[in-house]
């Protein structure tokens, strides 16, 4: 233990285990682990701050800024990773300095002495915050580890939304009906969720995505329609977009649709969807991102916001909504 602190292994002003979670990390007695807080503390490698708790020895080192990194989906139009783009750059100018804005096109360094608030790697902000680095990661949950401990997170939740829209095409569409979700890739945790929310409330077929483009959900249209399906769960409104196009190229009529995110496209189709809330995705951010520049030494943070129905034309497909 005493060298994991002078090796650097955790950071300055960083908040150390407490007896009961380092007795249960390592399987010793509450008892052998509280000694063992004191022989550190003795050594001067940790503090014991009053009703706050124990933590690293020394100063945290000042945070001055923040940096925005994004997955250069962001870079497309009517995409909700640029409508969440514009949210955050705005609400980041007035924390302080006008934000760094990165989008990936390549694996970074980390952007030290700033905070890093990181949207679609999820990989990278669990590197970083090994590297010692503040994270804030978006929409996503840092994998299990110490490295977690330096990453914020602010998500919807995924799962609640699939059963949403579950609900939704259950009262668009009649009982005897197929369903199918378009899912998007299948090695990502978030399509897996909400996949898991609807199936957990109606039985359906599930065809993967290749990806989340539109390109991508019209490469899959033959697939989701080969069933001649009542209604549809698109797993994010790009997708739902890719369908709608594929329908409407081969004559066909567009089945019972809800999409997922509520981006700018889901609008301009009129589509029905569920909208993850993303103002107030923002504003959580915004909040963590000015504590943490304030030299705010807390506990990690995991906010979680339930995504609500969006209702609009495209969506009910002309099918009667049952009673």
Same mark, same amino acid.
């Given at each position: 233990?005493? *060298? /994991?602190?002078?090796?650097? /292994? %955790?950071r300055p002003g960083e908040r150390f285990l407490s007896n009961r979670a &380092?007795?249960?990390? /390592?399987?010793?007695? %509450? #008892? =052998?682990?509280?000694? *063992? &807080?004191?022989? &550190?503390v003795d050594e001067g490698l940790l503090e014991r701050r009053r009703q706050s708790g124990t933590y690293v020895s020394g100063n945290p080192a000042t945070l001055g800024g923040v940096s925005l990194v994004m997955h250069p989906r962001a870079a497309r139009d009517k995409s909700f990773g640029a409508k969440l783009r514009g949210i955050l750059t705005d609400l980041l100018n007035s924390v302080g300095e006008e934000p760094l804005i990165t989008l990936l096109d390549q694996d970074p360094v980390p952007p030290v002495g700033r905070v890093a608030v990181v949207w679609d790697r999820p990989d990278l902000a669990y590197d970083w915050a090994e590297q010692g680095q503040r994270v804030v990661l978006i929409n996503d949950r840092p994998r299990l580890g110490s490295a977690a401990q330096r990453i914020d997170s602010v998500a919807t939740d995924n799962a609640a939304g699939g059963a949403l829209a579950a609900d939704l095409l259950g009262r668009f569409t009649?009982?005897?009906?197929? &369903?199918?979700?378009?899912?998007?890739p299948a090695h990502d945790p978030r399509a897996a969720e909400r996949v898991?929310?609807?199936t957990a409330r109606q039985t359906a077929r599930v065809v993967w995505a290749a990806d989340w483009y539109s390109e991508c959900g019209a490469a899959a249209a033959e697939e989701v329609l080969a069933s001649n399906p009542a209604g549809v769960f698109a797993c994010n409104d790009r997708l739902a977009e890719g369908l709608v196009q594929a329908c409407r190229q081969r004559g066909r009529r567009v089945p019972a649709l809800v999409g997922f995110d509520d981006a700018p496209v889901a609008a301009a189709l009129g589509l =029905? =969807?569920?909208? !993850?809330?993303?103002?107030? !995705?923002?504003?959580?951010?915004? #909040? !963590?991102? =000015?504590?943490? *520049?304030r030299g705010s030494q807390a506990a990690a943070v995991r906010q979680t916001y339930?995504? #609500?129905?969006? *209702?609009?034309?495209l969506g009910r497909g002309g099918i009667t909504e049952r009673p």
């Open positions: 233990m005493a *060298l /994991h602190l002078r090796s650097g /292994h %955790y &380092l007795a249960a990390r /390592h399987g010793v007695s %509450y #008892q =052998t682990a509280d000694r *063992l &807080l004191r022989d &550190l009649a009982w005897d009906k197929s &369903l199918v979700v378009l899912a998007g898991a929310g609807f =029905t =969807t569920i909208g !993850i809330p993303w103002e107030e !995705i923002a504003r959580g951010v915004q #909040q !963590i991102v =000015t504590d943490r *520049l339930v995504p #609500q129905p969006i *209702l609009r034309s």
